[in-house]
């Protein structure tokens, strides 16, 4: 194969997409979608904007539920792409999103109060991982907080658990994938590593 020098806008591979809520000043809840999220065993590491509402919210209330759609809520998750709890709207963000301080009813979900921190889960999401943030700093060019957030407590849907475990069945869960700014579900499974844990 050949190859080409690029230099792409966005590096989004295909990871994952999350929806965190966190609590507002005023103690509503707030919802956003991110995609730069990933586990080192009961860390989750996510990065983002460093000026948005979330980034906010988790400074001031450390506390927050990273819920993981399933492919079918893709467009849940575009209605919630170009709104901002933050009012007023950002001077950089005026041009292409909107306020908006009712995130689940804009997007059609539905909150779900969480078992051990204070912002709800989203009970359309299979798996929800309740957490609280441990770390948070900027990134080295100022624009993104890098947050640590350890998980206290994981609520996955019945069907996506292997029967009479806590493994989840990749079998059966597909995480909603953000690839350059599309969205993807997962194919069908190529193989396992020598390390899983999963029962057959």
Request: glycine residues 6%; proline residues 8%; negative net charge.
């Amino acid at each position: 194969m050949s190859h080409l020098t690029i230099e792409p806008s966005i590096l989004y591979v295909g990871t994952p997409v999350a929806l965190l809520s966190t609590v507002n000043d005023d103690g509503t809840a707030n919802l956003a979608p991110m995609s730069s999220a990933w586990a080192l065993d009961d860390v989750v590491v996510l990065g983002l904007g460093a000026s948005g509402q979330t980034a906010t919210n988790l400074l001031a209330h450390p506390e927050v539920v990273i819920n993981y759609p399933s492919p079918d809520l893709w467009q849940s998750v575009e209605r919630l792409a170009p709104l901002t709890a933050a009012d007023p709207v950002p001077v950089h963000k005026q041009a292409r999103f909107r306020h908006e301080r009712e995130k689940f009813a804009a997007a059609g979900l539905t909150p779900v109060a969480s078992e051990l921190v204070a912002p709800p889960r989203v009970a359309e999401c299979p798996l929800q991982f309740e957490a609280t943030v441990v770390q948070a700093d900027l990134d080295a060019k100022g624009n993104f907080l890098i947050v640590q957030a350890r998980v206290l407590r994981v609520h996955a849907a019945e069907h996506v658990v292997v029967p009479g475990t806590s493994h989840v069945d990749p079998a059966v869960w597909s995480p909603l994938i953000y690839n350059f700014r599309h969205y993807f579900g997962t194919g069908t499974e190529l193989g396992e590593s020598f390390r899983t844990e999963t029962p057959r």
